[in-house]
């Protein structure tokens, strides 16, 4: 079996350590001073005081790596649509695309059923790029949890977390997801098969479109932003939006709005992603966190007020950021 990680950072780094660890067949698309420390000394990963490096196939150019059985896709959700062309090589009859991207997937109505079947979503798939570019029967969903970071060119720190969910759109126990869980389970992951992924995928999603641009709006952390009344009160307004969505579209959140908040309070001093963007200067995944869910509210013709302040002044945030280069 032959797997490639497109877009090898922080989560796609450290997956791509332990399954090299474990003996699979892996190769590692990248780029810049990351890609150059792969090349020279292997890639490496600090996990529970332990220091391992591996030597891995790394390349910035598909082309050098060939058609693979598995190309599991670890960028960030605006990254992708760019790149569908560059990844043809890697893709070939039988390979399956598996989609490790925060937010809501543009596959989202693939083999959902209903009178919603097949609606194509503008924010987090401009112009069809991957609906025409992969072809939506090739993919497979995947909710990532763990938290890392590139610490240096070629090093990656694991945090916490080592589940991988994965899922078919239409729910069920396929070969092919099947034959994933068993090689990433090898590699000390988990990796369970479910048959409701869109459920886990909103209630990540649930703390994404509130957590995210509420700490960049704030540059509160985790515990901070989630205790304070007043931005608890907008997250729980949000949330409740999105749940409103959801469940039009056939969610079944396990847990409230309470608990969710709560568990983002329980991470701690943690800066979101969107944060860590906003201050170091990189493009934030506004659309697929917050835009998409605006999106599918007017889908389902369900109002979003709070999301749409939010979403408002964050987009105002980057662009002033921007403008201040």
């Known amino acids: 079996m032959k797997i490639c990680i497109f877009g090898a950072g922080a989560i796609g780094g450290f997956m791509g350590v332990k399954l090299a660890q474990a003996g699979a067949d892996v190769s590692l698309v990248a780029r810049g001073p990351h890609l150059a420390a792969m090349k020279a000394r292997g890639l490496t990963l600090l996990e529970a005081g332990e220091e391992i490096t591996v030597p891995v196939r790394a390349s910035d150019n598909a082309a050098e790596l060939g058609e693979q059985d598995y190309v599991i896709v670890t960028l960030k959700a605006h990254s992708v649509p760019p790149v569908v062309g560059a990844m043809q090589p890697l ?3 039988e390979t399956t695309v598996v989609s ?22 503008e924010t987090v798939d401009p112009g069809n790029a991957q609906w025409d570019g992969f072809g939506p029967d090739r993919v497979l969903g995947c909710v990532v949890y763990p938290a890392a970071e590139v610490s240096e060119p070629g090093v990656v720190r694991h945090i916490e977390g080592k589940r991988f969910s994965l899922g078919e759109p239409d729910g069920s126990r396929s070969e092919r997801a099947q034959a994933l869980s068993a090689v990433l389970s090898a590699a000390g992951l988990r990796a369970p098969v479910r048959p409701r992924l869109r459920d886990e995928i909103w209630v990540k999603l ?56 709560d568990g983002g309070a329980a991470v701690g001093a943690h800066r979101t992603s969107m944060l860590q963007d906003l201050e170091a200067g990189r493009p934030l995944e506004t659309d697929a966190l917050v ?17 749409d302040t939010v979403l408002a002044l964050v987009r105002l945030r980057e662009q002033s950021r921007d403008s201040a280069k």
């Not at 009160?233 to 749940?243: S, T």
């Not at 835009?291 to 999301?307: K, Y």
């Open 91 to 93: 893709i070939g009859p």
């Open 206 to 261: 649930w703390g994404n479109l509130s957590f995210n641009p509420i700490s960049a709006l704030t540059h509160a952390t985790l515990d901070v932003l989630c205790t304070d009344p007043g931005t608890r009160n907008v997250a729980r307004a949000m949330m409740l939006e999105a749940q409103q969505i959801g469940e039009k579209l056939g969610v079944k959140f396990p847990i409230d709005v309470e608990r969710r908040i």
């Open 100 to 121: 490790g991207v925060n937010g809501v997937p543009w596959w989202y109505f693939h083999k959902l059923g209903g009178p919603l079947e097949g609606t194509r979503l």
């Open 291 to 307: 835009t998409a869910v605006q999106e599918l509210g007017r889908i389902t013709d369900t109002p979003t007020p709070v999301i």
